[in-house]
């Protein structure tokens, strides 16, 4: 299922990566090129959403590994990325209600692994990362995940907040994580259920958090202020595990 990170160089090498419908993360292009056919290949840049990035020409030489980019250079995904609809298949397939990781930006590519690897263990049918400002499905994060990534389904989508509502409408409801929640051990958390767990440093953003259910928090009595991301996030999924089993 997976494949290393790769990076595809030269103009007709992108533009034909791009339309065969490959994931490319991101697009490096010299800073200033303008002509046709690079032209082409940010138009379709825009059209999937792909980060681009215009640099100087020493940063593509250090970049290139043919020597031969013509001033594009686009990185293709380590692992493919799932749709939500598939998540939600994956639940339907098992016939339990959908339990979904929702990951408010988180940079670390160790944290995120292990969030895969938490998700695939604690059961939940996939996990939802943002475009932009987040780290994607890199090798650190595919060895991190000790090879949860093969089983369980990440998608990427460019708005969480829609994606929230839209599964809201779907009967999903949503609990995120905050040190100024109500404790964990105090909420219902059964039923189709997404769990939302915000960046390292600054958490869930204002307007996911507004569109949550609940606010959780996990009952603290050491003497430092917060957990790791990661680690923050398998307590919080093994309440959950805790009470769908005894809801059962």
């Known amino acids: 299922m997976g494949y290393e ?37 940010l138009r379709e840049a825009k059209k999937h959403d792909t980060i681009v990035h215009y640099v100087a020409k020493e940063r593509l030489e250090q970049l290139s590994e043919t020597g031969k980019h013509q001033g594009v250079i686009a990185i293709s995904a380590a692992y493919e990325y799932a749709e939500v609809e598939d998540i939600l298949k994956k639940a339907e397939e098992k016939g339990e209600p959908p339990f979904i990781f929702i990951l408010d930006g988180i940079e670390d590519p160790h944290n995120l692994g292990a969030i895969i690897r938490t998700a695939n263990l604690a059961g939940a049918h996939g996990v939802i990362i943002p475009k932009r400002r987040a780290v994607g499905l890199t090798p650190t994060v595919a060895r991190t995940s000790a090879g949860a990534i093969n089983y369980t389904p990440v998608a990427k989508v460019t708005n969480l907040t829609n994606t929230i ?22 909420l219902n958390l059964t039923g189709p259920i997404g769990l939302v767990i915000g960046n390292e ?8 958090r507004e569109n949550c259910d609940f606010i959780a928090s996990i009952p603290m009595n050491g003497d430092i202020d917060s957990l790791n991301a990661s680690v923050a996030t398998g307590v919080l999924a093994y309440e959950i595990v805790r009470q769908r089993i005894h809801a059962k």
């Open 5 to 41: 990170e790769n990076k595809i160089e030269g103009r007709n090498a992108v533009l034909e990566a791009f339309r065969s419908g490959k994931t490319i993360d991101k697009l490096f292009v010299l800073d200033g090129c303008q002509d046709g056919p690079v032209r082409s290949i």
């Open 165 to 186: 509502r839209d599964l809201k409408e779907q009967g999903m409801w949503f609990v995120c994580a905050d040190m100024d929640g109500t404790s964990m051990y105090d």
């Open 201 to 208: 440093g600054e958490g869930v953003s204002k307007l996911v």
